[in-house]
Each structure stands twice: as C-alpha cells, then as structure tokens.
C-alpha cells in the first residue's frame, strides 16, 4: 500500500501563492505517477496536475499558467505551487499515486484546505 499526508494549504488572498506538498510513504517503488485533484464544496474531484516518472506534466485548463507540480524523488515528496490565486481555485487538495498500468494506489489522504479570499 502506498499513504499520503498533504500539507500547505491555508487561508491566502486573491493573487496570492501557496506551495502544497504530498509525502507518500509504503511501496512507493510502484508509483509512475503523481497526481494532484482538489474537490470544492458540492463539486467532484477534479484532476488538477499530473507528473510521471519521467518529468513529464500535464495541467487542467484552469491552472495551466499558473500551479506547477513538481517531485523530489529522494524525498518522497511531489509539490503542488500555485500562483496567481483566484477564490475558485478553493478547494480541498488531495495527491494521489498511480502505477505503470493506471492503476490507483493507496487510499486518499486527508488532504489539505485551500482558501482564497477575494
């Protein structure tokens, strides 16, 4: 199993920037690829950012320009910097892992609060 403890979030206004970060524990030498989602309130979860093993990344339309997902393989750690804050981009942020075939791994963490505030 793989586990994940997100951190960073907080209360940031309009413009703003915040860095979240993903440390992911267990049978990490699974993982292909780092994903980064983030539900609001009475919404879905939504895909926000990818990253493989590569280096490789990918970004939903909506951050595109403005978060960059990156990882530290030495430490386990995948980033999540998000600039340019806009109130919609609040949400709760959640990693998450995939192997080589898609497969998910893990169960989702508690995932960390990001606020901004107009």
């Known amino acids: 199993q793989v586990q994940f403890v997100e951190s960073g979030g907080g209360l940031v206004q309009a413009g703003g920037s915040l860095r979240l970060s993903c440390v992911t524990s267990g049978n990490t030498f699974r993982i292909s690829a780092m994903h980064w989602y983030r539900q609001a309130p009475g919404k879905q979860r939504e895909l926000v950012a990818a990253i493989s093993s590569g280096g490789s990344t990918n970004y939903a339309d909506s951050v595109k320009g403005r978060f960059t997902i990156s990882n530290d393989n030495a430490k386990n750690t995948v980033y999540l910097q998000m600039n340019s804050l806009k109130p919609e981009d609040t949400a709760v942020y959640y990693c998450?892992?995939?192997?080589?075939?898609?497969?998910?791994?893990?169960?989702w963490g508690q995932g960390t609060q990001v606020t901004v505030s107009s």
């Open positions: 998450k892992a995939r192997t080589r075939l898609g497969t998910d791994l893990g169960s």
